[in-house]
């Protein structure tokens, strides 16, 4: 069973940093490209950042550009997103999620499987 756990969420002052982490089970990093994705009250979801399962493609909706950086660890089985400089329009529930085989073409991809997701607030 594919499971995808979300963590690292919490309250922030703006301009101040998190790093997200995402533990996976059930199957391995280097098959399945992970994204992140955040959906902020009342409004829809969007893609963040996604890195294909080799790693050697990384892409960032251009909100976050410069701010954010995706990473993961294979042997850990966890995938990490550090972000930095937040601003209050950051503020989201986020999710990572993931799809076999994918190659990160567009951080808005649907993706198979999903996690629950962590709340980040960023708030003075």
């Known amino acids: 069973q594919l499971q995808l756990v979300e963590s690292g969420g919490g309250l922030v002052q703006p301009g101040g940093s998190l790093r997200l982490s995402c533990v996976v089970s059930?199957?391995?990093?280097?098959?399945?490209?992970i994204g992140w994705f955040r959906q902020a009250p009342g409004k829809e979801r969007e893609g963040v950042s996604c890195?294909?399962?080799?790693?050697?493609?990384?892409k960032y909706a251009d909100s976050v550009k410069g701010r954010f950086t995706i990473s993961k660890d294979n042997a850990k089985n966890t995938v990490y997103l550090q972000m930095n400089s937040l601003k209050p329009e950051d503020t989201a529930v986020y999710y990572c999620?993931?799809?076999?085989?994918?190659?990160?073409?567009?951080?808005?991809?649907?993706?198979?499987?999903w996690g629950k997701g962590t709340l980040v607030t960023v708030s003075s």
């Open positions: 059930g199957f391995t990093l280097d098959r399945y490209a």
């Open positions: 999620a993931a799809d076999r085989g994918y190659v990160c073409y567009d951080v808005n991809y649907a993706m198979d499987h």
């Open positions: 890195i294909s399962p080799s790693g050697g493609t990384l």
